[in-house]
């Protein structure tokens, strides 16, 4: 079964608007991480915003801020006041903290297309 | 600031024929790790090395072999490649601490014919 689903493979927003790229989750350890990588068409991996399975507040960063809903298992990615240097793809990742085995995985999400309209 | 670095960037190779990847990090990263990005299926881990001296096999890990050289240096090897081994691969590393980010190199394109 798929842990990652991004249900988006392709988006597009206007230039200045608001974009919401989804993301939900599945896992039954208690501890976990979400990551959003964004791939531009150069190709390098560019970390954006991590959360915790435990943190309180929504993490943020910049323009970038992930909705975190624990209980229903999804953590979306915004992006506020898209800029064209959006375009790219982006991933979604997990990492779960528990069984020493597994830790050292980042389980990935197949990526959404964003396609930013000038 | 180089962060990860990977060489080659292309790589175009016959069937049959070997070569290796090459990564090093200078963020003194306990952790590293290879992996293959193919359309439509994201990113897969190939194989990983929780700490120096000791390595472990990903998702899909036949057809190649790794080497942990030092704490700095993770390269990968493909004996004999096939058409099914064109890809592009990064590697990655991160501390090794817990849920932590991985920072990656910039990728090789390669090309099996």
């Known amino acids: 079964a798929q842990k990652i689903t991004q249900t988006q493979p392709g988006m597009f927003v206007q230039e200045k608007e608001a974009v919401t790229l989804d993301c939900t989750y599945d896992?039954?350890?208690?501890?976990?991480?979400l990551f959003w990588y964004k791939q531009p068409s150069s190709g390098e991996m560019i970390f954006l915003i991590y959360q915790g399975s435990y943190d309180q507040q929504n993490a943020t960063e910049g323009r970038y801020s992930l909705n975190f809903q624990k209980a229903r298992k999804s953590a979306n990615l915004v992006i506020s006041a898209s800029q064209l240097g959006d375009s790219a793809m982006y991933f979604c990742?997990?990492?779960?903290?528990?069984?020493?085995?597994?830790?050292?995985?980042?389980?990935w999400g197949l990526g959404t297309s964003l396609a930013v309209n000038p | 600031n180089a962060g990860v670095t990977q060489t080659p960037k292309f790589q175009v190779l016959k069937t049959g024929q070997s070569m290796t990847l090459q990564c090093a990090q200078d963020m003194n990263h306990n952790s590293m790790y290879w992996y293959r990005q193919d359309p439509g299926m994201g990113l897969r881990l190939i194989y990983y090395?929780?700490?120096?001296?000791?390595?472990d096999k990903g998702e899909v890990p036949n057809g190649y072999n790794v080497s942990r050289l030092n704490k700095r240096e993770f390269s990968l090897r493909l004996e004999s490649a096939a058409p099914s081994q064109t890809s592009v691969y990064f590697c990655?590393?991160?501390?090794?601490?817990?849920?932590?980010?991985?920072?990656f190199g910039s990728g090789t394109q390669l090309s099996v014919l």
């Open positions: 990742a997990m990492r779960e903290g528990g069984n020493a085995g597994n830790n050292r995985k980042l389980i």
């Open positions: 990655a590393s991160s501390t090794g601490t817990g849920l932590e980010k991985l920072f």
């Open positions: 896992t039954s350890d208690p501890s976990y991480g």
């Open positions: 090395s929780a700490s120096e001296g000791t390595t």
